[in-house]
């Protein structure tokens, strides 16, 4: 069973910076692709990024490009979600997620049903 431990998440000022990690155990890393997800309360659980699992393919929701970055190392069976220049709007609680399957397309890589595998998120919150 693949396990999903994210690490990170705090207070920040707008601004500023994070960077959010996500150990796995239980399984082969290098054969999932990875997401990073978030959610605040009352509404849907929101795509941030995706990354592929050899790294090489990356795909971004609108609201993160230009700021968010996501990276892997296989070595460390860890994903990163490197976020920048953070807004009050990005407060939300983050969720790493692992997908048992070929890469695919954006429109399916962000959605959470593309993934099997679920972290227990990690509280990020930035004041104004």
């Known amino acids: 069973q693949v396990q999903l431990v994210e690490s990170g998440g705090g207070l920040v000022q707008t601004g500023g910076s994070l960077r959010l990690s996500c150990a796995a155990s239980?399984?082969?890393?290098?054969?999932?692709?990875m997401g990073w997800f978030r959610q605040v309360p009352g509404k849907e659980r929101e795509f941030v990024a995706a990354?592929?699992?050899?790294?090489?393919?990356?795909y971004y929701g609108d609201s993160v490009k230009g700021r968010f970055t996501i990276s892997r190392d296989n070595a460390k069976n860890t994903v990163y979600l490197q976020m920048n220049s953070m807004k009050p709007e990005d407060t939300a609680v983050y969720y790493c997620?692992?997908?048992?399957?070929?890469?695919?397309?954006?429109?399916?890589?962000?959605?959470?049903?593309?993934?099997?595998?679920w972290g227990q998120g990690t509280q990020v919150t930035v004041s104004s």
């Open positions: 239980g399984g082969t890393f290098s054969t999932y692709a």
């Open positions: 990354i592929s699992r050899s790294g090489g393919a990356t």
């Open positions: 997620a692992g997908r048992n399957g070929i890469w695919r397309p954006a429109q399916i890589m962000g959605v959470t049903t593309a993934y099997d595998y």
